[in-house]
């Protein structure tokens, strides 16, 4: 454990937690929301949405609970390539299922 | 002998070894969450026009299991927090409380598989669908000697593109009932298992993961629950740091449901 | 990072624990045969679990391609001496000793998958690493020694899954090492099954040593031991452990996925209307199968360098040690690593143009397959540079040290046409894929792991293995690898096809006769060629094996720890090194090849030897 934390207070922990927990629930509402209203034609555009709502939260728990924000260069490198090859994985296959040539079955 | 750096960080790297293990160890998890969530948008895009399910799972209880494990992550943080300030009461008040949380969830979870499991699918003889939950069995209900008749809650359906989205006004208004088939009617008898279609094989598949995830942490955080005091009393930093780092895996836990919930529930 | 290295804290922390004070008397009982040889969490034994089990399988696995090729160049006719033990244990599929094709695909499945995931791998990685990596760096151990035996544990599980499977009915799995879908959940076994379960407990296996080699590199390195004063095997070590923290969990999610297309009959790789034994087969459909495809490749590339690098990293050990001169460019080789790591994870669908694939897609995998081409170029020639102008002291190591260059080379280059689309086309699922990742891997990969088995056995037992065998075995080997695999370059590009258990009779048979596509006999011919040079290539290792188990107890006596006069701190430990390996705590003073360093009494400078200030190196001195 890191020596140059600040003393901590378990209040101020709670403090933190509650706030998460608000947001946590304010977002998920709003997925919620998002999902049942009738913006946007057909399914593209909430799903947007959503899933950006989803990251805020997403964010929120790696920030804050998992104390990312405050981590060391270390993690943020191995995550750095993880979240690449992430990508690269998710991003290279969808290109390479839809880039057949016309006429030619994708599946 | 003696391995450098479990409790104390290393000056350079700024850390103590747990850590940097538990965050590689979450970095190849994110790859496997990649791998699986990459295998859900190809089948998602890769459906056939108006194939692929809407509103199939119940949306109150996925979003009681969303705030149930929002909840537990924070009493896993708390309980770390606990540690720091060494009050090791707390400590046990706050991870009682995430066990609890935890097996509430797989609970809920266990219904909901339940449901699916009860949930059948029927095409008839004469080309309709009829599609509920179970309710009984007639004692002499055989489907290959095509004996005995089946009870579902449900409705029937001319197509099965009917089945598929339960959020349309179509769906929304059908009517429900107790509907009594004759084994000698039915064509094909699935449930909702995952075999019925790629949806449920990808929802039983990530959420099944995703449930020995959590059974895997409350099993880790239970063992330091009831076994800690030891080391608690002789090393409080080191069991600080395994909280630390048992704590770690289980907010990613949390946040691969943070994107399991709309995934599946939402859209 | 160098300046701030010196000031560590005390290597060893044990005033800080009380817990760990009773540390004394613990040495007192002497550990009973398990808690030494089966439940250890001393690194040096898990390597020595991991090398004696993967040589194992490397031999089974070899038994089972002696088996193929005899099918190949005799089809039908009933395996001389084994057939009659065949027939007992496969049943129908070996009746009167024959192999059926069901059974030879099942052979190449098997061949494939224990030679990649339980015999290669497990040697170059775990068994090397574990023993090695630790010393290297100036470790007491692995940063999670539990983890590390649990690791071990997992592989044996995953060998015994593996292994059980050719005795359950219908046998192990027939649907090739790659297990393509929808092949894999429609053939009448449940060896494929077996052989998930067995992958995911080889991949957890792999995951849970990747971690522990990443932290240790990254946390343990002795006071002193900065980035660039590694040696080149430790920086090879580190990047293979990310590869396969990263690469493998994909195919984890795969082989998951396969299961439960396996077991539960779900469709995530099978397409609508899939049709089996010409029925529709009952399954919802819906799936891809070349989800499959690329989920295994995203593994199965990087897996390559997996199985490359580690070997690549011995082989520059054991050339700086034998050269007596400094690696020529020690950073161009550890920055080539680095990249070719981080490019291996973009460049998998090139196993793939044969799907179809878009143009634009295949051209980026294309350049990015064309690009690592380059560092692996830069890394051969850096180690042949290394041989320029070197007093080369000629030893078994050194032999398969330097068998492996030329052989990497042709594996490497014949792999250049195989990047490029146009050609991919015609070359794919010939011979010409086999010979070529073969040379790859037998006589790259193999040699430099023989030359590892040789390098260290001094460290490890105190005895040397008898040289004039060691020198048998590796010009036989020579010989015989390479009459193995060059004829099949030969066959694969007139267009015999792999995977055929009749050695293309058939193929060929229904050919116009004379036309342009038909097998001519000569080419039909090598396949009994091969079939003899393998079987020589057997034999050939039957020294080596006489050879490894006679000079633990009776090879000849090394004089010192350190009987290579090497200069990294593997060999400043005390022979064999004990539990927590030094003497004493190592404290780096310099980098890792101070070999022949002028005005220094020997021709090598130890990283941590105390006297004298680091001598500078001046490659004029040598010329």
Known sequence: MSESEKPVSLQSYIRLCAVVFLVVVCTTSAMIATSFSHIGEGWTLKVALILAIAVVNAFLVAGYLMHLLSEKKLIYTVLAFTVFFFIGLMGLTLWATNGFPPGTASH | MEIPYTVQNRPDTGIYNAKLGIWLFLASEVMLFGGLFSAYILLRVGAEPGMWPHGWLNVTLGTVNTLLLALSAITTLL??????????????????????????????????????????????????FADGHLVEKSADFDLAKKTGTVTLHGHIVEDRKELMDLRSPEAQAAKHDEITIAATDIKKMENYGPKHNTFTAIYFTLTGLHALHILGGTVVIFYFWAFGGAMWKTDPERFTNRIEVSGLFWHFVDLVWIFLFPVLYLT | ?????????????????????????????????????????????????????????????????????????????????????????????????????????????????????????????????????????????????????????????????????????????????????????????????????????????SLLGAVNFIATIIQLRAPGMTWMRMPFFVWAQFVT????????????????????????????????????????????????????????????????YVLI????????????????????????????????????????????????????????????????????????TCMFLSLWGGSIRINTPMLFALGFLPMFGIGGLT??????????????DTYYVIAHFHYVVAPGTIFA?????????????????????????????????????????????????????????????????NAIDTLPGSVMELNTWILWAAIALGVAQIPFIINLFWSISHGEKVENDNPWDATTLDWQTPTPPPHGNFAHEPIVLRGPYEYSAPGHATDFTPQDEAEGPSAPRTPTAHH
């Open chain 2, 79 to 128: 309980a770390w927090a606990a540690c720091k300030v060494r009050d090791f009461t707390k400590f046990k008040i706050f991870h009682a409380c995430t066990i609890l949380l935890a097996l509430t969830f797989l609970g809920i979870k266990s219904y909901e598989y339940h449901d699916k499991l009860i949930h059948y699918e029927i095409a008839l003889a004469n080309g309709k």
């Open chain 3, 1 to 205: 990072m160098q300046a701030t290295v010196q000031q560590f804290p005390p290597f060893r922390e044990g005033a800080a624990h009380p817990a760990h004070d009773d540390h004394g008397h613990h040495e007192h009982h002497e550990p009973n045969f398990w808690q030494k040889y089966i439940f250890s969490t001393d690194h040096k034994v898990i390597g020595i679990q991991y090398g004696f089990m993967s040589l194992c399988f490397m031999l089974f696995g070899f038994f089972l391609m002696m088996l193929m090729r005899w099918q190949i160049a005799h089809p039908g006719v009933p395996v001389p001496v084994l057939g009659p033990l065949l027939g007992k244990i496969c049943g129908p599929m070996a009746a009167g000793g024959a192999i059926s094709p069901d059974l030879y695909n099942s052979f190449g499945a098997m061949h494939g998958t224990i030679m990649v995931f339980l015999g290669v791998v497990p040697l170059a990685f775990a068994a090397f690493g574990n023993y090695v990596v630790p010393l290297m760096i100036g470790a007491p151990d692995m940063t999670f020694p539990r983890i590390n035996m649990a690791s071990f544990h997992a592989f044996f599980l995953g060998g015994v899954v593996m292994l059980v499977s050719f005795f359950i009915p219908g046998g192990a799995a027939q649907a090739g090492w790659t297990s393509y879908s929808p092949l894999a959940s429609t053939i009448p076994t449940n060896g494929q099954a077996f052989w998930l379960v067995g992958m995911v407990l080889l991949i957890t296996s």
């Open chain 3, 241 to 304: 452990a990310f590869i396969l923290l990263l690469a493998f969990p994909p195919l984890e999610a795969a082989g998951v996925l396969q299961l439960m297309d396996n077991v539960a009959h779900t469709s995530f790789f099978l397409p609508t209307g899939l049709a089996v034994g010409g029925q529709l087969a009952d399954r919802s459909g819906g799936g891809s199968p070349l989800l499959w495809q690329h989920l295994f490749w995203f593994l199965g590339h990087p897996e390559v």
């Open chain 3, 309 to 380: 690098l580690p070997a690549m990293g011995i082989v520059a050990e054991v050339i700086a040690n034998n050269t007596r001169k400094p690696l020529w460019g020690y950073k161009s080789l550890v920055y080539s690593a680095l990249f070719v790591g981080f490019l291996s994870f973009i460049v998998w669908a090139h196993h793939m143009y044969l799907t179809g694939m878009g143009q634009k897609i295949a051209t980026f995998f294309q350049t990015t397959t064309m690009i690592i081409s380059v560092p692996s170029v830069i890394i051969l």
């Open chain 3, 415 to 428: 792999g250049l046409p195989l990047g490029l689309a146009a050609a991919d086309l015609y070359l794919h």
């Open chain 3, 449 to 513: 792991l023989f030359a590892g088995v040789y390098f260290w056995f001094p460290k490890i037992t105190g005895r040397k293995m008898n040289e004039f065998w060691g020198r048998v075995h590796f010009w036989c080997s020579f010989v015989f690898m390479n009459l193995v695999f060059m004829p099949m370059f030969a066959q694969g590009i007139k267009g015999m096809l792999r995977r055929m258990s009749d050695g293309a009779v058939n193929y060929s048979a229904a050919r116009v006769p």
